[in-house]
């Protein structure tokens, strides 16, 4: 398809869907599905529908538990999401998220796509670190198994979307903290409305620390240079309801990652560090029409920016216009149609690498069909252009079948395609050691051809009672051309370079159980199998079969009486690679817990304890890295 066709076919959908919003709302309103059982979801099917009903694997974590165990971050609220699996960096610069197994993730916040084109090395979406504050989060929706046919090339294992808060009353939330290494964190958080139908939230937070601590390969305590960071960051949420249903809205995030990042020597023995940097800039208008109905809409223009010093400097821009809409065709039938815009500007001065431009215009339907009452199938279609490789079209098929209210058995297909990022393509860097005279190159590839394949889920889910409930999954995929970075070449001159794999396979099953015992006690358990077969990989296979965690194991037991909460969390894994390593173990054991006291209805007091069994699992880079050892956090929030 040519690209004027393309463009035209975007045109014509937001002229069609601007003709056809106001009959809709109304329509959508009527739908008896607000009548059924179970949370409401909006990240899976792009609208409004209950878990049971949705035909995917759906994780939330709320507001409720992101206050009740005090998360730092997104990446430790993930953290203890069955299936999820999180590599923390020194210095905060490397949160990377994978569901059952897969890095390819997309990232947003209230629909809003973050990931961008550049930071690809990791071959991950490292962008959680781009929010300033999770005070200012509602929920965070996982959904895992495919989703590229409403998402894009990025979203292979799933998609985390992170939803806001909107203001329901004028309060201030002041959160101190300090703990361990000489960390000390401080954030402010308000939320308000005016009676002209303005609302507002605003959060800022200052995060500081020191080196940590971490067992060597000797078991001996020891300080990993170059990890202490001083972050900072501030948000704010505008919302100008316009009438009805209809409103304005204005979001921007400034962000401030100041850490060094640590490399390891050639022989293993000690750490170095390079100075890193960013500023992260992101700001976006939207329009929303026919909120609060089963089939909203929305206008949307984004701007992100990212500028990044690490041994040279580069800087990254993505800009996009979003439209979505969607209609009522009859009672069994929604129908929700999109078009996107998206454009990424990358540099890298000091190496030639100036202002390249990847720019995808798509278009994407849905259709949800609900049938013999029991029956929703869900099939969709999205066609991306790419100014470098082409029109391309995933299509999927999804199907959910109830046999009663408390039961769902659903089974999903998606074809796959994802483009090599600007870094796969273009990136060029060096790194000098001083102390042993080795250079480091890093390079990309403009040769490398686009990642296809398929991805598959089944799965059930069963609510045994209120707050008791099972879920199981499988998932399988296979891509072709699947895209690493290798470490090639000997001393003093090591490359890494962007290669492809002719095919990697990918299996996991995900179990997770969750029961409340009575109104002050309940547990969850969960286990996840994921496993990576690449043909023709060397350090990316070790790499994968490493931060996957082929057996991992989660537990978390919860008690609230009163004016006291607590809650403690373990995660264990079982067979990763210890290969090539002095740090790290093929297994784990890791615990974390922390309790409050609601001291008044303003002041809370709480403690965290994370890691205390001190068996944190490395990070893996090509060799792998000592995990932060055991960390102690006093804190109180007040409100006012």
Known sequence: MKKQTL???????????????????????????????????????????????????????????????????????????????????????????????EERV??????????????SMSRASATLNRIPSVKDIERIEVVKGAGSALYGSDAVGGVVNIITKKAKENRTQVDLNTGSWKSHNYEIYNQGSDIGGLSWTIAAGIQKRSYFYYKDYKGDTTKMPGSGYSNNGVSLNLRQQIKGNQSIGLRFAHRTIDGDSPYLSTTGTYFSSTEQEQIMNDVSVTYRFKENTKLPGYLRYFNHYKDTYFATSFDTRLQGVDYQDG???DKNNKLVVGAEWH?????????????????????????SMHLANKWTFVPGVRMDHHSMFGTNWSPKAALNYRPDRDTKVYA???????????????????????????????????????????VETVGISHVFAPGTSLDLSYTNSVLHDAIE?????????????????????KHAFALSWKQKI????????????????????????????????PNAYRVGIHYAEGPWKANLEG?????????????????????????????????????????FTNEAYSRYTGVKYPAPGRFFQIGMTYTF
């Open 327 to 329: 209609w009522q065709l």
């Open 106 to 119: 997309v990232v947003m916040v209230d629909g809003e796509r973050l990931n961008d084109d550049q930071g």
């Open 571 to 611: 995660r264990m894994g079982t067979g990763l690679d210890a290969s090539d390593s002095w740090y790290g173990d093929s297994r784990f054991t890791v615990f974390d817990f922390n309790t409050s006291f609601a001291a008044t209805d303003q002041l809370t007091f709480y403690a965290k304890a994370l890691n």
């Open 485 to 505: 970075w290798e470490n090639t070449g000997s001393y003093p001159t090591y490359y890494t370079s962007a290669v492809t794999v002719p095919k990697e396979k």
């Open 343 to 367: 454009q990424s500007k990358s540099s890298n001065p000091p190496y030639n690498y100036n202002n390249k431009k990847i720019t995808t215009e798509a278009i994407y339907l849905q259709d």
């Open 518 to 549: 009575s109104n002050q006690w309940s547990y969850d358990l969960g286990y996840t199998y994921a496993h990576t077969e690449s043909d023709g990989a060397g350090y990316g296979a070790k790499y994968l079969n490493h931060n996957s965690m």
């Open 412 to 454: 999903s297909w998606g074809r796959v395609f994802k483009a090599p990022t600007a870094d796969d393509l273009y990136y060029t860097g060096s790194h000098y050691d001083e102390k042993y005279f080795y250079t480091s190159y890093f390079v990309g590839n403009p040769n490398l051809d686009p990642e296809t394949g398929h």
């Open 7 to 101: 463009t035209y076919a975007i045109l014509s959908a937001l002229a069609a869907g601007t003709l056809c919003t106001s009959g809709t709302a109304l329509a959508a309103e009527a739908d008896d599905e607000a009548t059924d059982l179970g949370e409401t979801v909006v990240t899976a099917e792009r609208i409004p529908t209950t878990a049971m009903s949705t035909p995917a694997d759906v994780a939330v974590i709320t507001a409720e538990d992101i206050e009740a165990n005090h998360y730092a971050d997104v990446a430790e609220a993930l953290n203890h999401v069955p299936g999820v699996v999180m590599t923390n960096g020194a210095s905060g610069n490397d949160q990377v998220v994978r569901i059952n197994g």
